[in-house]
T-cell receptor, first 115, second 113 residues
């Protein structure tokens, strides 16, 4: 069975500092995709970054990068130069192999950026 | 390019009633997935539609159903509402199968009294 684990219920970070949000996953599929989403208090899920299981390099999107360690089954999100607007809930998700777009989500990490 | 739209944004119903939620995906996207988000259970997959066919279904009772139209718009229906159905219902739009980006709508917040 597929599973996503986020062990940090909440985190604080100072503005302009970098922060790492942890995510580990479990799957027996050789092909899978890993996603990170941001959910502000408004409720909308905002796509941040994607990493495919066969991608050789870590994904980056602006201030977001994904530290993908396949052997350890981890896909940590790194946010550089945190901004006050980064305060939100962050979810790690996985899509398994095959013809599906079904996502399995972790429980999320609530990030608070302090001035 | 317009994003994913969901209507209505807020709903209040009473137990036993039924409700229909609508999702319009990004233009050109053929895949729509539905999720339920509650404080207790987190984000749970309901079902996925691709080209009017249900591709996957989550572990929800038969009271939850959905469909997709030829223009890719999707609806989900919940019959005989229970208090536990109170949740944020999110739909996600994808260009095809196993694409790298899934875009979510703003959600419909359903309250069952």
């Amino acid at each position: 069975a597929q599973k996503i684990t986020q062990t940090q219920p909440g985190m604080f970070v100072q503005e302009k500092e970098a922060v790492t949000l942890d995510c580990t996953y479990d799957t027996s599929d050789p092909s899978y995709g890993l996603f990170w989403y941001k959910q502000p208090s408004s409720g909308e899920m905002i796509f941040l970054i994607y990493q495919g299981s066969y991608d050789q390099q870590n994904a980056t999107e602006g201030r977001y990068s994904l530290n993908f360690q396949k052997a350890r089954k981890s896909a940590n999100l790194v946010i550089s130069a945190s901004q006050l607007g980064d305060s939100a809930m962050y979810f790690c998700a996985m899509r398994g192999g095959g013809a599906t777009n079904k996502l399995i989500f972790g429980t999320g990490t609530l990030l608070a950026v302090q001035p | 390019k317009a994003g994913v739209t969901q209507t209505p944004r807020y709903l209040i119903k009473t137990r036993g009633q039924q409700v229909t939620l609508s999702c319009s995906p990004i233009s050109g996207h053929r895949s729509v997935s539905w999720y339920q988000q509650t404080p207790g259970q987190g984000l749970q997959f309901l079902f996925e539609y691709f080209s009017e066919t249900q591709r996957n279904k989550g572990n929800f009772p038969g009271r939850f159903s959905g469909r997709q139209f030829s223009n890719s718009r999707s609806e989900m229906n919940v019959s005989t509402l229970e208090l536990g159905d109170s949740a944020l219902y999110l739909c996600a739009s994808t260009g095809g199968l196993s694409y790298n980006e899934q875009f979510f709508g703003p959600g419909t917040r359903l309250t069952v009294l």
